[in-house]
């Protein structure tokens, strides 16, 4: 995945866990708390997925190089 893949992947979580926490927080009566902790989810779980995706493009680079190396 390039790297504007994983950043727009990071946009779209925090995005949309603020938004279910604001949705979430305006039907429970406390709208801030609500978008807040969305948001704060959004983030870990985006960068969750992005740091997977770097060490799983690592490791195949990894791969390719002593496959490469051994090929020699």
Same mark, same amino acid.
């Given at each position: ?6 950043? %727009?992947?990071?946009? #779209? #979580?925090?995005?949309? %866990?603020?938004? =279910?926490?604001?949705? =979430?927080?305006?039907?429970?009566? /406390? #709208?801030?708390?609500?978008? =807040? =902790?969305? #948001?704060?989810?959004?983030? %870990? $779980?985006?960068?969750? /997925?992005?740091? +997977?995706?770097?060490? +799983?493009?690592?490791? &195949? &680079?990894? &791969?390719? &190089?002593? $496959?490469?190396? +051994?090929?020699?």
């Amino acid at each position: 995945m390039s790297l504007a893949g994983q950043g %727009f992947e990071l946009t #779209a #979580a925090v995005i949309g %866990f603020g938004l =279910v926490g604001y949705w =979430v927080g305006g039907h429970l009566g /406390n #709208a801030p708390i609500g978008l =807040v =902790v969305g #948001a704060l989810l959004g983030i %870990f $779980g985006g960068l969750y /997925n992005l740091i +997977r995706s770097s060490l +799983r493009t690592i490791e &195949q &680079q990894e &791969q390719d &190089q002593s $496959g490469s190396l +051994r090929d020699e």
